[in-house]
């Protein structure tokens, strides 16, 4: 079955760290791959999104993610981060075979100033 | 664009009772979606609709839980009778049509089984 996974449940980082989450999903067909964010008290946002071509995608607010297809992996990154960042971060994937959209467990990340 | 909107924001209701949550998506969506999202974890889907038929419904606890989308557009969202375990955030999603497309969330029914 179709699954997704995030390494990291809890991040606590200041403010202008690096940022990496690690998200990889079980599907080995094709797939659509993306963040989502939820800040404090908002609905999900689409953070990026992969569908195909260049692997390394940038979305907004300085986020990039890079698609590593033989490691069934989607890892999002941020050089900088900031206090406005803290928020829970969603993986998910869409696979054409499954025809649906999973999400993983989430990360929440608090940056202190 | 208008979003996805969801009614109510939030409800209470003891156990046993019953209650119904509504979605209307984006215009021309084809694609709906029910999560649950319990405290702490991550959105799990319920059920997705392609126009008005169901894909999956496979994680929906059938006994209790059902959902229509009638002609195609808005949902609802049912449960009868509520456990405590149905705490939870249900979230509509709704996108163009499955591959290659986004899905866009709505601001979600916080419901409180008591």
């Known amino acids: 079955a179709q699954s997704v996974s995030q390494h990291n449940h809890h991040v606590i980082l200041s403010e202008a760290a690096s940022l990496e989450l690690g998200c990889n999903y079980s599907y080995g067909g094709t797939v659509n791959l993306f963040w989502y964010v939820q800040y404090p008290g908002q609905h999900l946002q689409l953070l990026l999104k992969?569908?195909?071509?260049?692997?390394l995608v940038k979305g907004i607010k300085g986020f990039e993610a890079e698609f590593i297809k033989s490691k069934f992996s989607f890892n999002l990154r941020k050089p900088s981060v900031q206090w406005s960042d803290t928020a829970e971060y969603f993986c998910?994937?869409?696979?054409?075979?499954?025809?649906?959209?999973?999400f993983g467990a989430g990360t929440r990340l608090a940056v202190h100033p | 664009e208008a979003g996805v909107a969801q009614s109510p924001r939030y409800k209470i209701i003891e156990k046993r009772q019953s209650v119904a949550f509504w979605c209307n998506p984006i215009?021309?969506?084809?694609?709906l979606y029910w999560y649950q999202q319990i405290l702490g974890q991550g959105p799990k889907l319920l059920i997705q609709?392609?126009?008005?038929?169901?894909?999956?419904d496979s994680q929906l606890p059938k006994d209790r839980f059902s959902a229509e989308r009638l002609k195609g557009v808005d949902s609802t969202l049912k449960i009868q009778p509520a456990k405590l375990e149905d705490s939870a955030v249900y979230l509509c999603?709704?996108?163009?049509?499955?591959?290659?497309?986004?899905?866009?969330f709505g601001q979600g029914t916080r419901l409180t089984v008591v």
């Open positions: 992969y569908f195909s071509g260049d692997p």
């Open positions: 999603a709704s996108s163009l049509r499955g591959v290659n497309t986004e899905a866009f």
């Open positions: 998910a994937v869409f696979s054409g075979g499954y025809n649906k959209l999973i």
């Open positions: 215009s021309g969506h084809a694609t």
């Open positions: 609709f392609q126009n008005n038929g169901v894909v999956d």
